[in-house]
């Protein structure tokens, strides 16, 4: 059963996250329940980074049946444990510390520089056993999908990189710093896009070593557009109320090595998409207050992008610090180490806690904050009439309105 409209094309775009990836899976489970049964994947165009590529290569292998890639998808996230994305036996968790100290003793000299704080070789077999990817051409040759976008960043040249796999007359771009490639999709695009910068590995493709698709992408949609996107559902993995500030009467504590890592975490993988959205809502005001008879030939060519965003109602840290304890002894370790007795690990807790306990919950949240907006989201992937932007009003406030 045909569910894409004939002349718009809806791109999903999936952001990354790491443990996060499990809300975006509740999302999906929730569209899904929303279409009717049988029919083929909603979103011609598919765009992923790090966690988010891993769940768009499984939709895009699995085009002809979205209920059955979305059933598979939730099956891992719901019965994940971290052993299944990197080692974390005490030996192995015990030579990589004693590894990364010898080599800032000894100025890497005898025992080489370490190449990433944990193995993510589980992860790999894991990806290679379940994922066939030369599916991903067959969809695009049967008309089921039209591209697939997975983006890493090149530690060589210092750009962000879109691997792409799409229909023959799609093109590739080159932009300052970003640029799309078109490729035939296997494991080691995937592998790049997830390998988190000091924590996994990077991936070598035609001699050059990518990491994590978040660092260097500025522009996070840009990948759908370029791929013909007409609207785009963004499935994010933040929720957006900010803490309160310190005070000078309740000042707050100095970072834990832990704290500004899940920071870092934080800015990587969403800052950028927001920069992007707010970019892509001041285009769209600027193309629609402007009669098409008297645009300019210029404005012409600028399309507006219709836009949804998804996110998470909850605070994620406070799901993760509840489930803590479900993470392995060792890293729970490791991260007392980094944090001390604070709670300033619960953002990178969040990222890290590829446990059944927390995937779960956050599966439940996606689905439970999906179908709160059911009726604008089936309209938006069923290609009905809808606003420029739907987004949660907190977000939507800060997107819309020009600054007096």
């Given at each position: ?135 991903i051409e067959q969809a695009i040759r049967d008309g089921d999908l039209h591209a ?139 193309v629609d207050s402007v009669p098409e008879s008297d645009r300019s030939d210029a ?106």
């Amino acid at each position: 059963m045909k569910t894409h409209p004939d002349k718009i094309k809806t791109a999903l775009v999936m952001p990354g996250g790491g443990a996060r990836g499990a809300f975006q899976v509740g999302v999906l489970k929730a569209i899904a329940e929303i279409l009717p049964r049988g029919c083929q994947n909603p979103f011609p165009i598919i765009s992923g980074t790090s966690a988010g590529a891993i769940n768009s290569v499984v939709l895009a292998s699995k085009s002809k049946r979205f209920h059955i890639a979305v059933a598979e998808l939730a099956h891992v996230w719901r019965n994940f444990e971290s052993n299944q994305v990197f080692r974390d036996d005490s030996w192995t968790m015990l030579k990589s510390s004693l590894h990364w100290m010898a080599s800032i003793i000894l100025g890497g000299a005898l025992v080489g520089t370490p190449r990433s704080l944990l193995n993510n070789v589980p992860l790999r077999r894991l990806l290679d056993s379940n994922i066939r990817f030369p599916l991903i051409e067959q969809a695009i040759r049967d008309g089921d999908l039209h591209a697939l976008a997975v983006t890493a960043a090149g530690y060589g040249s210092a750009r962000s990189t879109t691997f792409f796999q799409a229909a023959s007359d799609t093109k590739e771009w080159t932009r300052k710093r970003r640029i799309g490639l078109r490729s035939r999709m296997d494991l080691d695009h995937l592998m790049a896009s997830v390998a988190v910068p000091m924590i996994f590995s990077p991936v070598l493709i035609d001699g050059e070593y990518f990491g994590d698709g978040a660092m260097r992408q500025a522009t996070p949609l840009s990948p759908a557009i370029h791929l013909g996107a007409d609207r785009i559902l963004v499935v994010g993995i933040r929720d957006e109320t900010a803490d309160p500030s310190p005070t000078p009467s309740q000042p707050q504590t100095f970072p834990s090595l832990a704290h500004i890592a899940g920071y870092m975490l934080d800015t990587l993988f969403m800052d950028g998409l927001y920069s992007d959205l707010e970019r892509i809502t001041r285009i769209n005001q600027l193309v629609d207050s402007v009669p098409e008879s008297d645009r300019s030939d210029a404005l012409k060519q600028v399309r507006p992008i219709d836009t949804m965003v998804v996110l998470p109602s909850q605070d994620l840290r406070d799901i993760a610090y509840k489930h803590r304890k479900a993470m392995p002894v060792t890293l729970r370790a490791l991260l007392r180490g980094i944090s001390g007795k604070s709670h300033s690990a619960n953002r990178l807790l969040s990222f890290l806690l590829f446990e059944r306990q927390y995937t779960r919950e956050l599966i439940e949240l996606g689905y439970k904050d999906a179908m709160a907006v059911r009726e604008e989201l089936e309209q938006f992937v069923r290609g009905g009439a809808v606003p420029r932007l739907i987004a949660p009003s907190r977000v939507e406030y800060d997107l819309s309105g020009f600054d007096s």
